[in-house]
């Protein structure tokens, strides 16, 4: 009796570390692969020269150019609607009806699969407002997708400041806003970028909504009002359209060292913020 | 001085007036998505019929004929399939991180599962294209674009979902429970069986509820993997087609009714994700009061 629940333990423990080196395994295996694969494709030419034949020849510049386009526009929308909104629910709102249907609606909207923010994107900007396909109804759409993400990484980092700096400004004579712009928001400062990176890490990755919203075109775009064509976009054109093995392969390498490099400044930050207010 | 401090009172006024709005902004948009997907599929669920279009079996939109039931069968079964394969897979990762795993091998792990969430979905599916596909056209036969492909996929999609949710549900399960089930002569094993995992019951299953709305929400990976036929699959071995994946592949080219048609089925995708939402708020409210 007592040896069989020994055994017992010993067989459940024995796989869920099985379990947890399964997990890591096949992280290195999907990102091992792509970038064994796609390293050879990777030069200063494929970063700095225009795509030539749909892709299949020639670098990736004018889809880095509208990767970052969208990237930077989408931000320059949903920041500072994102900190506003956290600033809001952490400091001003009062329990009641207000904030549990906005609180409703950022967790909904955090639900909404991308797909369908592409079919909203189409019909009221691409159509309606007649933007057609284009960097800024890309932008607006991919805005709204990662309006949660940077609003509940703004609240979670404004909530780990301490009441007693408040305190302390307010005592001082300072005004609540003069509080909040002077004291804690200096001091949530890391953990609300975490959330922007956090917001730039998914507007690289998404595919569905920018496809719908703005086009797939490899020219190179000159103004928000041109539509482009993203990385992931383009490797998934690449990839499904059969184009180019090697290319797909190394659009999709410059795509993991992005995100890599995205998480990692992502959690220093959050390692700063602990320090700050800790 | 006084006319300072009244000008001082109108601009925090004001400030606290725009916080408010941005923050209004959130529903403002879901109310708008909801309107203008619903108002865009509308007429064509009116004419066809919600019955006759969710269940209808046939979807030949040259012909008018709109029918996705082979897309909602699609879509229900790479979900359960994901779940089948990803749920335990999530639930002993959390069990390992919140009990077992010694602080050295913890901090290795955790950011390799938020890699694994950060990776963009089209990498999944580009992986899932040129290694797992071909996998399976090699060992299980047919063309290897599968249900079992996109469940395998989507379970390693969901996997850092409900991993997260399930660890921080345990990770809240009062010490002096545990201490008193090992004090009682329970070992460590017998203590996260009947201790932690039943009282962490709530998260875990709030977890889970999010990877399934994730699973059935995700587009890019399951199309590069599942072949996009519109046909009720006779076993996880054949291709298949989902909800999310019947819009990305024919929004491109479709116009008039059958464009009203791919908005119509967004709105069905809308209602699941919006139900399994619900069912995640209301759990986590019942974990409050608990």
């Known amino acids: 009796m007592k040896w069989s629940a020994k055994l017992e333990e010993k067989v459940f423990i024995g796989l869920l570390w099985a379990s947890a080196i399964l997990a890591i395994l096949v992280l290195f295996s999907i990102v091992g692969h792509i970038l064994i694969n796609g390293i050879a494709g990777l030069s200063w030419e494929f970063i700095t020269a225009e795509p030539s034949r749909m892709g299949k020849e020639g670098g990736i510049l004018s889809i880095i150019i509208g990767t970052l386009y969208l990237t930077v526009a989408s931000l320059i929308v949903a920041t500072p609607i994102g900190v506003g909104s956290a600033i809001f629910l952490t400091e001003y709102a009062k329990k009641g009806r207000v904030v549990r249907v906005i609180r409703f609606a950022t967790e909904s909207l955090a639900a909404v699969p991308s797909i369908i923010f592409g079919l909203f994107g189409f019909v009221l900007f691409v159509i309606t407002l007649g933007m057609g396909w284009s960097i800024i109804s890309g932008a607006l759409t991919i805005a709204f997708m990662i309006l949660p993400t940077i609003i509940r990484a703004a609240e979670e980092s404004i909530k780990m400041v301490p009441d007693s700096y408040r305190e302390g400004s307010l005592a001082l004579g300072a005004s609540k806003w003069y509080t909040i712009r002077k004291v804690v928001l200096p001091s949530a400062l890391p953990g609300i970028a975490t959330g922007i990176i956090l917001g730039i890490g998914r507007s690289i990755g998404e595919t569905a909504a920018v496809i719908l919203t703005a086009g797939s075109s490899l020219g190179l775009p000159t103004s928000v009002f041109d539509p482009t064509r993203t990385l992931s976009v383009h490797l998934y054109i690449l990839a499904s359209e059969g184009i180019s093995m090697e290319k797909a392969y190394a659009t999709a390498t410059v795509l993991i060292i992005l995100i890599i490099s995205i998480n990692f400044v992502a959690n220093w930050l959050m390692a700063k913020l602990v320090g700050r207010v800790a | ?290």
């Open chain 2, 1 to 290: 001085m006084k006319k300072n401090s009244v000008h001082n009172r109108v601009s925090e006024l004001v400030v606290e007036k725009a916080l408010f709005f941005s923050a209004i902004i959130a529903v403002l948009i879901i109310v708008l998505i909801a309107i203008f997907v619903i108002l865009s599929g509308w007429p064509l669920l009116q004419k066809v019929g919600f019955i006759q279009f969710v269940f209808g079996t046939v979807w030949n939109p040259t012909n008018g004929i709109y029918g996705i039931f082979p897309m909602v069968v699609g879509s229900i079964l790479v979900t359960l399939g994901a779940l089948v394969i990803g749920v335990p897979f999530g639930i002993a990762g959390a069990v390992f991180l919140a009990e077992i795993a010694p602080k050295k091998v913890a901090k290795f792990i955790r950011p390799a599962i938020e890699l694994l969430a950060g990776i963009p979905s089209v990498v999944y599916g580009f992986y899932g294209l040129v290694v797992l596909v071909p996998f399976m056209r090699h060992y299980t036969g047919g063309s290897g674009f599968s249900v079992l492909a996109g469940s395998i996929i989507l379970a390693i999609m969901i996997l850092p979902t409900i991993l997260n949710i399930s660890e921080n549900a345990l990770k809240s399960v009062p010490k002096e429970f545990k201490e008193g089930s090992i004090a009682l002569g329970a070992n460590h094993w017998q203590t996260i069986k009947w201790i932690s995992l039943p009282v962490a019951r709530s998260g875990i299953v709030a977890g889970v509820v999010l990877g399934m709305a994730r699973a059935i929400g995700e587009t890019m990976a399951v199309i590069m993997v599942t072949g996009n036929v519109t046909r009720i699959p006779g076993s996880i071995f054949d291709p298949i087609r989902t909800l999310t994946g019947n819009i990305v592949m024919e929004m491109g080219y479709a116009s008039g009714e059958h464009q009203q048609a791919l908005f119509a089925t967004g709105i069905i995708l809308f209602i699941f994700i919006m139900l399994l939402n619900l069912v995640v708020q209301f759990i986590s409210k019942g974990r409050c009061k608990a």
